[in-house]
């Protein structure tokens, strides 16, 4: 009895493109991507057939790479000689007039001498020199010729007496010698070249014998035409020309199926499907129009097969077109499919393979005739490079690893019960299970038993004790003690949290001994690990409980994508060439499932980890935080109930509170996404409180998340984000790394709530009670919110200065666009319309049963503008029609931005419109009657008159919008203000009078007379003269006023005193050379500046017998706001981050190294950032305290009397 033969699959590629343009390809006998072997050849899309790949270069040339087989490639070339018999000269090659040519094809219409023969391209080489062909008849008699009567009748190789005309094939051969290499296919043909082709697919050839040697290519041009490959033949690979195929609107992509499916994507989104294709008429007849698969989301890729289409949207969606066949080839309907994708293709056997978002590989399993959708999603991992590294994080664990990798608990489902003889509840235990395919979000199916046989039981003794990474990095805590000489790699496979299987008795095993590769952190429910832990607290056995892995999570580290260090980062994937199905067993495409024993509960847990690369941000554990989570973790011990939809549930020690929010993804593309929060707080038994806030996202089927730990979290800020109620969650690394966690709220109510616990939580944290302090510094948001940093006495200290991005930052109620403080609790603002507002809260006392009084209604006015741009041209003037290079003819001030009055909204959700569009004629540099301002071009000066030489003008639209809230502040009428100045002191002075000066919106002087601690507001405002509007006014200690007018020029107040408040004169100080200050600060003993430029400036030679100063300093550039506090600290809001150029600007930022000696400081320390845009700390006057030193003895050295103290700020200090 023979035995039945197993079927050999062939041996196919799969080619994919990585964003630097490398080609790779995968053969399905392999497990290793090999880069093409041409190192300079750049591709930007590949498209493969059957033994072939065609590719588009980043030089527009399209490229052709034929798989090497044992039969060569070879053509044969052959033209005639002609010849016509004369009784003179019998037969010759002078014909008559009305004959063929003398060397012609075999119709004799067009000419052919053996001289104009030449290789099509540099692929081909000739074999050998032109022959006669000698098949016709007996060679040696008849020399090749064929005989007839005339042109053009039937020829013979015998010669008759009526035989007047004769002809013989000359013959040479060329080969194809680029075979297993990317040749690059000649554009040059008689008829029209197609433009640069940006798409390219290649299809058709089931139409003619299925065995791929005939497939047609097609094309798409930057301009949107499509383009026809004509010729394509096995002993022609290359094609001969290109013919244009009419659509009816420009095509953007295109797939061509094995058989007669082509569909395009045009470029407003919807889809054309071509009918009528056939072998006879391979370019179709005419284009029938589908509408996108979403209404309101546009088509962004399409892929088709034999009898199926996908498409992928611009949310990264991805459909399936049912009901399509040859017979109805547009389909009838699309159905949605799980998972997130860039772009799809379809190859053979209609199999599906993807780039993910994440630019990770995957391939559509289950895909079969009867189910063409298939079941789920799994990631192509196969080794590159030279080295053995995979791209997927799979492997084995280390006996050193486990503890430190898993939590695991008890969940709510059921296992079979553990044999008694073999198991405890603290062994380990981690053995592959047998290879499976799991497919994401597919049913739910029985797991394979684990197998037993001949594996000692494990002792309690045995297990490994609790290991704490040493180092940040997760991962490389889990690869620190890696063996490459163990055993081969385990495959991990994805699986989805939900699907729980039973499983069959299992007896927990001693931990093998294996090697481990890159393990990404997994997926980790917090519902899940609860009800573990309350089905443990309640003494549920094993028999009774299920597999959830759970591991704490730190903060974020650098995104790192795919092909960054760990493999190629893809960006195109095609499957025509890769022959595979359902049933194919590919090492590549065969994930396993990984079960582990925990010893910290000794539960049986099933590992779910994705087999490519990082799906997820890349996140680090410090032992800290891995120590502190799994003791709270532990002392969980009471049963928690079902959490309810109240927002506050109490629980015994923890509390939670849950919700829906969305989510700035943290991988690119970024985009909202809707996911799950919640806040967990548990209580210690000593009173400590720890909080965690969790985000629960998914993710291609699979439920993951990320966590913030409270304690760690350094500002709460609101955020414009198109026009959502939208808060970013700063900590120290995301501070570093300038990649906040932002989350939206569906209504401004859920934003408060959400901010109110989270700032809560964080307050309690950290000790921080009642209203700011007076030492407090104060800031503000381009948003208009107020945020406020409680100093310490480290954060000005000389030596071991506490990080800015270590501050944290919590929000005061209010809305205002600049705020000022001091040391004495006295806090102003001015709103954005001017108003200028003081605060009522009782800084630095507790709070009392009153304060409630304190909060008033507080409102804001700003105007949001939009330009409206124009050119002229000779024939009709200004217009709106610009060049190709003008900025959009409505935009922002800029131009960068296109913005129109229809789609510009107020800066936040909170604001409303409070007027209709208007032109606005009070624009810097004037307006003609009609509200033009004129220049040569964009983006020159603009001015108020036309010229001769002007060619571009715009003007400027404004709409005023309001805002009304409640906060602790009590306004101060009845002038509108542009700035504000509070004199600084030292905590310890004593004031009956706090100097205050001002600015009006029309840059009047203004002195505020009465202010004090009590009356924080004062009486009454005086009016100081000037020659000119003044733009920026500061005072400083001893009464330094220091102003710049609107022209730039700077002026220093003399004779300023509690006894004349006003001052007496102006003096005039000469401008830094060549700059226009626009902003300055003045501390105890220093002045800073900035200028339009945002360049920071420094006031050198200040005396007390001489304030002015002698000369001016650059200091720094990237600046835009400069505070000088009393401790002559410096404080700046920087325009940008280096090194982070796509951060919004504006960015807290403290200068380091000043002292006595270094008043100019040494460096720059970089805070949170993203949208400041005022801070304040004229009020931090909290210095480190000093060692007190004994005076030395005997009479001094000095022979100078000593000098009366000073009089600094109303107390009397030696100096």
């Known amino acids: 009895m023979t035995e039945p033969r197993m079927a050999i699959m062939p041996i196919t590629l799969l080619w994919a493109v990585d964003v630097y343009g490398r080609v790779y390809s995968l053969s399905t006998a ?56 004369n009784p003179v000269d019998s037969f010759t090659d002078t014909l008559l007039p009305t004959d063929r040519w003398p060397w012609s094809d075999v119709t004799g219409m067009n000419p052919q001498p053996l001289h104009s023969f030449e290789l099509p391209s540099r692929s081909w080489e000739w074999e050998g020199d032109w022959y006669v062909d000698q098949s016709c008849g007996d060679p040696s008699q008849t020399g090749g010729w064929e005989y007839a009567v005339d042109f053009p009748a039937n020829f013979s190789p015998d010669k008759k007496w009526n035989s007047c005309v004769r002809r013989r094939r000359w013959i040479r051969y060329r080969r194809y010698i680029a075979q297993g290499t990317w040749a690059k296919i000649p554009l040059d043909s008689p008829k029209k070249p197609p433009l640069p082709l940006c798409d390219i697919s290649c299809g058709g050839w089931e139409m003619s014998d299925q065995s791929g040697r005939y497939p047609y290519l097609w094309g798409v041009s930057q301009q949107g035409q499509v383009w026809f490959r004509e010729g394509i033949h096995p002993r022609v690979p290359e094609g001969s020309s290109w013919e244009e195929v009419e659509v009816p609107k420009e095509v953007a992509q295109l797939s061509a199926g094995p058989g007669d499916l082509l569909w395009a994507l045009v470029w407003d989104g919807n889809l054309l499907v071509r009918t009528g294709l056939s072998l006879d008429s391979p370019t179709g007849t005419s284009w029938v129009e589908v509408e996108s698969p979403g209404k309101e989301v546009e088509a962004l890729h399409v892929a088709v097969g034999v009898s199926v289409v996908w498409v992928v949207t611009k949310d990264y969606k ?185 499983l069959s008795p299992v007896p927990i095993l001693p931990t093998p001994e294996v090697v481990t590769q890159d393990v990404p952190w997994m997926n980790v429910d917090l519902e899940g690990a609860e009800a573990a832990r309350s089905a443990q607290a309640a003494g549920l056995s094993l028999g009774h409980s299920s597999a959830a892995a759970t591991y704490a999570l730190g903060t974020l580290e650098t995104s790192q994508g795919v092909g960054e260090e760990d493999g190629p980062v893809w960006t195109w994937i095609s499957g025509g060439g890769c022959d595979v199905d359902a049933s194919s067993q590919i090492s590549w495409l065969s994930p396993t499932e990984i079960y582990c024993a925990c010893h910290l509960c000794g539960c049986l847990s099933r590992l779910s980890v994705p087999l490519s690369g990082p799906l997820t941000s890349s996140l680090s554990l410090t032992p800290v935080q891995s120590a502190a989570w799994s003791e709270q973790q532990q002392q969980q011990q009471e049963h928690r109930e079902e959490i309810s939809k109240k927002p506050l549930e109490r629980s015994n020690s923890v509390w939670v ?204 006015v700003r105007s949001v503008n939009v330009y409206e741009n124009q050119r002229w041209n000779p024939m009709t003037g200004y217009t709106d029609k610009g060049l190709p290079t003008d900025r959009p003819m409505w935009s922002d001030e800029s131009g960068l931005k296109e913005c129109t009055k229809g789609n510009t909204h107020p800066p936040s959700p909170q604001w409303s419109w409070v007027s209709e569009w208007a032109v606005d004629y009070s624009v810097p540099g004037g307006t003609d009657k009609e509200g033009w301002q004129y220049a040569a071009d964009f983006p020159v000066t603009f001015h108020g008159h036309k010229t001769m030489k002007d060619f571009v003008r715009r003007r400027r639209w404004t709409r005023k919008c309001k805002l009304t809230l409640r906060g602790p502040w009590q306004q101060v009428p009845p002038i509108p203000l542009s700035d504000i100045s509070l004199m600084p002191c030292l905590a310890q002075s004593r004031m009956e009078q706090v100097p205050v000066w001002a600015l009006s919106d029309k840059g009047d002087v203004l002195c505020r007379l009465g202010v004090s601690p009590q009356n924080p507001a004062g009486s009454s405002w005086l009016h100081v003269g000037t020659d000119q509007p003044f733009k920026s006014i500061s005072i400083g200690g001893a009464n330094q006023v220091w102003a710049i007018a609107k022209d730039g020029a700077v002026f220093y107040r003399g004779s300023v005193s509690p006894q004349n408040p006003a001052g007496e004169c102006w003096y005039h100080i000469p401008s830094p050379p060549r700059q226009t200050l626009r902003q300055l ?135």
């Open 30 to 85: 392999g497990q290793r991507w090999e880069r093409a072997d041409d190192m300079l050849l750049e591709l930007k899309r590949v498209t493969a057939g059957k033994g072939r790949c065609w590719g588009i270069g980043c030089d527009h040339h399209v490229y052709l790479n034929m798989m090497p087989s044992e039969t060569p490639i070879r053509y044969r070339e052959e033209t005639y000689e002609n010849q016509r018999w």
């Open 318 to 502: 991805v459909w399936f077109r049912r009901g399509v066949n040859s017979h109805n080839p547009c389909g009838s309907g699309w159905i949605s499919i799980g998972g997130e994708m860039m772009m799809v293709d379809v190859g053979l056997n209609d199999q599906v393979w993807a780039v993910g978002e994440d630019r990770g590989l995957y391939f559509r399993m289950g895909v079969t005739p009867s189910e063409p959708s298939g079941s789920g999603w799994i990631p192509v991992s196969a080794q590159w490079g030279n080295s053995k590294e995979v791209i997927r994080p799979s492997g084995q664990l280390t006996e050193a690893s486990q503890g430190s990798v898993l939590s695991c608990t008890d969940s709510d489902s059921e296992l079979g019960p553990p044999d008694p003889q073999n198991s405890t509840d603290d062994t380990p235990v981690l053995e592959a299970a047998a290879p499976s395919v799991v497919p994401l979000g597919a049913a739910d199916a029985p797991a394979p038993p684990l197998k037993t046989e001949d594996t000692p039981s494990a002792s309690q003794h045995d297990a490994p004790k609790p290991f704490i990474p040493a180092s940040d990095s997760f991962i490389n805590s889990l690869v620190s003690d890696r063996d490459k000489t163990s055993t081969p790699q385990t495959s991990i496979a994805e699986v989805p949290q939900e699907e729980v299987e039973e």
């Open 657 to 860: 509170r849950k919700g829906g929010l969305r989510w700035w993804r943290d991988w690119k593309p970024q985009r909202w996404v809707d996911v799950g929060v919640a806040l967990e707080q548990s209580t210690k038994s000593d009173g400590r409180k720890d909080s965690i806030f969790f985000v629960y996202y998914t993710q291609y089927d699979e439920k993951k998340h990320l966590h913030v730990f409270i304690n760690e979290v350094t500002a709460l800020v609101p955020v414009l984000r198109d026009c959502h109620y939208a808060f970013a969650v700063y900590t120290a690394q995301r501070t570093k790394q300038r990649w906040p966690l932002v989350l939206a709220a569906h209504s401004e109510k859920d934003m408060n709530d959400w901010l109110g616990l989270l700032s809560d939580c964080c307050c309690e944290c950290r000790g921080i009670t009642g209203p700011p302090s007076r030492q407090a510094l104060w800031s503000t948001t381009s948003k208009g919110d107020i945020m406020v940093h409680e100093p310490s006495f480290s954060l000005e200290a000389a030596a071991h200065t506490l990080s800015c991005d270590l501050m944290f930052w919590r929000q005061v109620p209010g809305h205002l666009r600049c705020v000022e403080s001091n040391s004495l609790g006295l806090v102003w603002g001015i709103g954005w319309d001017g108003t200028a507002w003081v605060y009522s809260g009782r800084n630095g006392q507790q709070p009392t049963p009153g304060d409630a009084a304190q909060m008033h209604q507080q409102t804001d």
């Open 1081 to 1215: 600060s003045v501390g105890r003993t220093s002045v800073f500046a900035v200028d339009e430029n945002s360049n920071l400036w420094y006031r050198q030679g200040l005396t007390p017998s001489y304030p002015q100063g002698s000369a001016w300093e650059l200091i720094s550039n990237n600046v835009t706001k400069v505070s000088v506090g009393p401790l002559d600290q410096v404080w700046i809001i920087a325009d940008g981050v280096p090194g982070f150029p796509a951060e919004t600007p504006g960015a807290v930022c403290h200068r380091l190294g000043l002292g006595p000696m270094q008043p100019k400081g040494q460096s720059w320390d970089y805070g949170v950032g993203g949208g400041w845009e005022h801070i304040s700390v004229r009020g931090n006057s909290a210095e480190a305290p000093r060692a007190p030193h004994s005076a030395p003895a005997g009479p001094p050295r000095s022979p100078l009397p000593p000098r009366p103290p000073t009089q600094v700020n109303g107390n009397a200090v030696g100096v």
